[in-house]
């Protein structure tokens, strides 16, 4: 296998221009943490490709970019494609020649044998950009399920330019540097800046399974999608049998994601996705698992007791770090970590458990994607009893009962989300999109509404955030309510906020992070377990649980789900008092003209006083005037 890595270049689509050889060593510089070990560049007429490497396997050899035997094929490349080994005798047996030890190559000659058909015999993650010689073309993708990031823009000058992160286009003097008003109601709504967009106008990342042919003297293309999810459901055996299929399929998944040349291990949050893959590496190697975690000071966060539980029944060698609860001195930190607004705190632990895996391994195996998969999260039991009483009541009748109590009944974001009838009924008013994004949204249409300018609101020309959620839902081949939410959540919420967040706080420490959940093979084969299998009553995770019973401790399998929290509500009241109320009514902010500044003011107030808990929307808006102080982007005029 080869290196996850950061790619960076410039592609010329009308002629064949000579690029600045120390403008495209600062674009490959500003990724610098992606791949300390080492750095290749190649510029031609026409092109220029960077890359930086973190070392994995084929350590001598695997350096990038990389040309194939006859130089007629140029590849950069970040990322692992698990069944290279495979794709290399298929190949051998064509008649292609090997040098290296690494999957960089294959990709060269995979593109020669089948073209941009290529991409769908890679299993794995990856981000790549192959320019052709004979063809005059640049081929550019993106993993299925977007584990490995790509963004790209084209110049006024027809100049289109490529990197694994926002920051190796910044350092273009030409870079287009205007917000996107919709990625601003994007972000307040979600927390993240969802696929395709970013924050710029004219910047825009490749979305998951989709690749990009851009030839010269040709206007640049829309991406093309090589690969879908299908929840459509097939006939399944009893839950035994339908247990060792997934016990079976799970642990084929971790052990092709165990070749290492340097040390691995996993994290170890206590949790059932992260459990499930350390009790799958014990039984696939002799030596010890080594496992991360990370514990909190105050009690209702931490997790560590379950995940000493699991790593004293595998016996790994298991290394914790506690974190302490005023953690925040990170804010600035993840803001020029991420490039543009992003609002999962959950950012914190993420970094500093990265930090403490990096002093162990080099790679480390992760559970993301098992809540996505097989109905986890707590919001998918309440969408789905929800969606059991607007299946009853017609939404003709539903909307004007249900909204005028919404409307009337007071407001409790104090109170366990169980008992906030207001927010229920106003779920219950809408359709399921609509439902599923009030759920899950930082913010109502009301609360952005008061809190945007008149001057962003002209800007969006009515555009909602909910169309991020629409366009996929119009697109999910399936009628079940349970399916549709998590094809959802796969589309944006898996993508934008949490393999970024792994992406970034992984990188930022040239940690490689691998996601067996997260196999195509794998999921495509969870897709099709029957939703009555994954939510079972208010039973999350049914059949994975069940699967693990006889490798987990039943208090690791069913206890509540608790997530890597963080006190923002006791942080905004305490030790970032005074930073809050500076940033949100002074400076950046209220200088930006994208903001009502009284509105603000009145959030501030609001929850310093203790009357209401804003911190999500608070935490939002510090973190958009960091990345706003860090970058300096600007409304167009």
Known sequence: ???????????????????????LSRMNQSQFHRGPDEEGTHIEPGVALAHRRLSIIDLSSGQQPMFSADGAVCVVYNGEIYNFRELAKQLSDRGYRFRTHCDTEVILYAWLEWGENCVSHFRGMFSFALFDRKRQSLFMARDRLGIKPLFYALLPDGLMMFGSEL??????????????????????ALGYVPEPKTIYSGV???????????????????????????????????????????????REAVDIRLVSEVPLGAFLSGGVD???????????????????????????????????????????????????????????????????????????????????AKQRVTVALSGDGGDEQFAGYRRYRWHMNEEKLRSRVPLGLRKPLFGALGELYPKADWAPRVFRAKSTFQSLA????????????????????????????HELQGYQAIESLQYHADRAETDDPLSLIQYLDIKTYLVGDILTKVDRASMAH???VRVPMLDHHFIEWAASIPSSRKLKGQEGKYILKKALEPYLPKDVLYRPKMGF??????????????????SLTQGELVESGLFNPA???????????????????????????ATTKADGFSLAA
């Open 430 to 457: 809408r359709n399921s999109v609509e439902a599923y994004m009030h759920t899950v949204s930082h913010t109502t249409e009301q609360q952005r509404a008061a809190m945007f300018s008149p001057g962003l609101k």
């Open 599 to 625: 509105y603000l003011e009145q959030l501030v107030n609001q929850h310093q006083s203790g009357r209401r808990d804003h911190s999500t929307v608070l935490w939002a808006l510090l973190m958009f005037e």
């Open 274 to 356: 992260s459990s499930a893959v350390v009790a799958m590496m014990a039984g696939l190697q002799d030596d010890p698992v080594n496992t991360c975690a990370i514990g909190f000071d105050v009690k209702q966060f931490d997790e560590t007791e379950y995940a000493q539980r699991v790593a004293q029944r595998y016996a790994t060698n298991h290394y914790e770090q506690t974190v302490e609860s005023d953690d925040f001195d990170l804010l600035d930190t993840l803001a020029s970590l991420y490039d543009e607004p992003y609002a999962d705190s959950s950012a914190i632990p993420t970094y500093r458990v990265c930090e403490l």
């Open 565 to 582: 929290g963080v006190p923002l509500a006791k942080w905004f009241r305490g030790p970032l008092k005074s930073r809050l109320r500076t």
């Open 510 to 512: 040239s940690l490689e």
């Open 1 to 23: 296998m080869s290196d996850v890595c950061g790619i960076a270049g410039i592609f010329d689509l009308s002629g064949e221009r000579v690029f600045d050889k120390a403008l």
């Open 204 to 250: 825009d990342k490749l979305p998951p399974g989709h690749s990009m042919l851009v030839e010269r003297g040709k206007p640049l293309p829309q991406p093309h999608e090589y690969w879908d999810l299908s929840f459509q459901p097939r006939p399944v055996a009893d839950d035994n049998e339908l247990g060792e299929q997934l016990i079976e399929r799970l």
């Open 167 to 188: 920051k190796v286009l910044k350092q273009h003097p030409h870079m287009p540097r205007i917000v996107n008003p919709q990625a601003i109601e994007d972000y307040f």
